[in-house]
Every structure is written in structure tokens, then in C-alpha cells.
């Protein structure tokens, strides 16, 4: 059996636990999968979780777990697993897995593989593939040693509207634990949130990026008049950022965020590993460069060769009659 850990707030599920079970649906190869929330009051978002096609949802509630802490997740989900004894966990990359995830798997000492961008299980065993020297290489990873084998998701890896549905709601079942509250050492504060201004590119469904073909800083209105008409949020290659044009919250890339929109539109972006690593889960991209050879023009599903500065207005033109 799969296992799939998910993660929620405001008894609502993170999107990346969406992706999450997408990877694990296609990496089942037959076997079942099944749900995991734990928390305080997740009925709401259990619910949820049982929307997708797993064979079952399992609750994990204690008054203990009402605020995540790693004290409280780790013996609470070492219990549930001891229970349910899956063959692969997967988890998404988030900051709150990063958290717990390790320790979890170093009390079972059991493998972790973590941030992976794909899985592959076939009858030489299961592969994991990560990105590693910044993105430059995808390296293939196998887990050795008894199962559960721990499994993070890199966020943007896999769609969320790829994770399969079931045709009825999947039954959720109480899952108890026992959880010393005395043992809980941290006092947590409230839920880590970037600054005010920051945006979080991966829940955005339509995106420009600018890249080094937008020349000057001045011209960044310019993609700010077609990230607006396009009700869609502005992002940059890392170039762009580390200039000052744009604030580091915008930039996209193995060192910035990972993205998966529903439209990628990317203005004068040569289409560097670095960069693509970040956005290659888009469902649609579309590329505005006028240099023909430009790597971009290998994963775009539509390419337009051609000066942005004559391209842009003109999409922003028609974009305003409609």
C-alpha cells in the first residue's frame, strides 16, 4: 500500500498535497493508495482528502496535534504507521514536512528521498529522481532497506488536477494515537508566512516572467500592464532579481520558487536549467523570445520568434478589447 501524508491549514488541504497524491497515483503501479491527515478538527479537510481516488482517508486527531510541532507529529504519525505498515509514504516538499519528515524517518530508520521531481516503479524496483548541483542534473535515486520508504514531492513537480478523483467519496476512518503532551517541548508561534509583500507564485494559475530580454528595469511596466490583463501574477529569471529589478519573492527557478500554472508566459527568457527547473510543470508555456535558437522554445507548447517590445503591446491590444 501507498500512503500519502497530507498537509492542511484553515481545515482546508495544502495544494501541494494534491501533487502529492498525483505522484503516488502514478507511482502505484496497482497497489492501493490511501490518505493520511493528522491534526485537531480535520473532518472538513479529511473530507476533502477522501475526494480524491484513494481507498480510504485515515484521521489522526488528538488535542496534542491542535498546532503542528514536530514533537507532536513524529510519535502521532510513528504510531498511524506502525498501524497501517505501508510499502512508500509520500509527502509534500513543504516547509512543515522539511520539518518533521527527517526525524520521522531517522527514529524508523528508514530511507528518505527528498524533493523529487519524478518516480518511476517498475520490475528492477522503484526509482526517485531529484535535482541535484542546482539544478543542473536530475539525478536517479533508489531506496534501500525496510520499508516504509519516505518520499517528498517537490512542489510544482506534479499538476494537482493530475491527482485522479474517485467516482464516491473514500470512507474516512479514526486512526488513534497516544500522545503524551508533557513531551511536547516547543511553544510554536504562529504558522511561518513571508513578508506582507511576498507572493506565492505556486498557488498562482497564470504567470509572465521576464527574463534578460527585457533589457532595463523601466521596461518592467510593460509586463506588468500584460501580467494584468491577463489577471496573472509577474515573475522573473533569476537575472532579473538579482539586479533589483524585481524583489527575490518573484523569481522562479532552482533558487527561487517552483511553479505550476495553468499558462506560463515568458518574456525573454532564454530558458537556462535553473529557470526551467522552476516552471516545466506549467500546463501550458508560451514563449516570446527573438532569438529562434533559444532553449525556451524546446518545452513551450506555442513559441512566438520576435521583438517582445513589439509583441507584448500588441497582445495587450487585443487583450483589452475582449
Excluded at 506534479?158 to 488513534?176: Q, T
Amino acid at each position: 500500500m501507498i500512503l500519502v501524508i497530507g498537509e492542511h491549514r484553515d481545515r482546508r488541504l495544502h495544494r501541494a498535497t494534491w501533487e502529492a497524491l498525483a505522484a503516488a497515483q502514478e507511482f502505484a503501479g496497482g497497489l492501493p493508495v490511501e490518505a493520511l491527515l493528522a491534526g485537531n478538527g480535520i473532518s472538513a479537510a479529511a473530507a476533502e482528502f477522501g475526494q480524491g481516488a484513494v481507498a480510504a482517508v485515515h484521521a489522526v486527531e488528538h488535542a496534542a496535534l491542535a498546532t503542528y510541532t514536530p514533537d507532536g507529529y513524529v510519535p502521532a504519525l510513528q504510531q498511524a504507521l506502525s498501524a497501517l505498515k505501508p510499502e512508500h509514504v509520500f509527502l509534500p516538499h513543504t516547509y512543515q514536512t522539511r520539518d518533521f519528515a527527517p526525524k520521522l524517518a531517522a527514529r524508523l530508520e528508514r530511507a528518505l528521498v527528498t524533493d523529487c521531481v519524478a518516480v518511476k516503479r517498475s520490475d528492477a524496483g522503484a526509482a526517485f529522481f531529484r535535482p541535484v548541483y542546482q539544478g543542473k542534473l536530475i539525478a536517479e535515486m533508489s531506496a534501500e532497506g525496510d520499508f516504509p520508504h519516505f518520499v517528498t514531492i517537490q512542489i510544482g513537480a506534479f499538476r494537482p488536477d493530475k491527482a485522479v478523483r474517485g467516482s464516491a467519496p473514500a470512507p474516512v476512518k479514526p486512526l488513534a494515537v497516544q500522545i503524551d503532551p508533557s513531551q511536547i517541548r516547543e511553544r510554536p508561534e504562529p504558522p511561518f508566512q513571508e513578508a506582507k509583500q511576498a507572493v506565492d507564485l505556486s498557488q498562482a494559475e497564470r504567470i509572465v516572467a521576464v527574463g534578460r530580454g527585457i533589457k532595463a528595469q523601466e521596461h518592467i511596466a510593460l509586463a506588468e500592464q500584460l501580467a494584468a490583463a491577463l489577471g496573472a501574477q509577474l515573475a522573473a529569471s533569476r537575472p532579473i532579481c538579482d539586479s533589483g529589478w524585481l524583489p527575490m519573492e518573484r523569481q522562479v527557478g532552482s533558487s527561487g520558487q517552483t511553479v505550476a500554472p495553468k499558462l506560463y508566459l515568458a518574456l525573454g527568457v532564454s530558458g537556462a536549467i535553473q529557470h526551467v527547473v522552476g516552471m516545466k510543470g506549467a500546463r501550458i508555456i508560451v514563449a516570446v523570445n527573438k532569438d529562434a535558437d533559444a532553449p525556451i522554445f524546446e518545452i513551450a507548447e506555442c513559441g512566438v520568434v520576435g521583438d517582445l517590445f513589439e509583441i507584448v503591446p500588441a497582445m495587450i491590444a487585443e487583450l483589452q478589447k475582449t
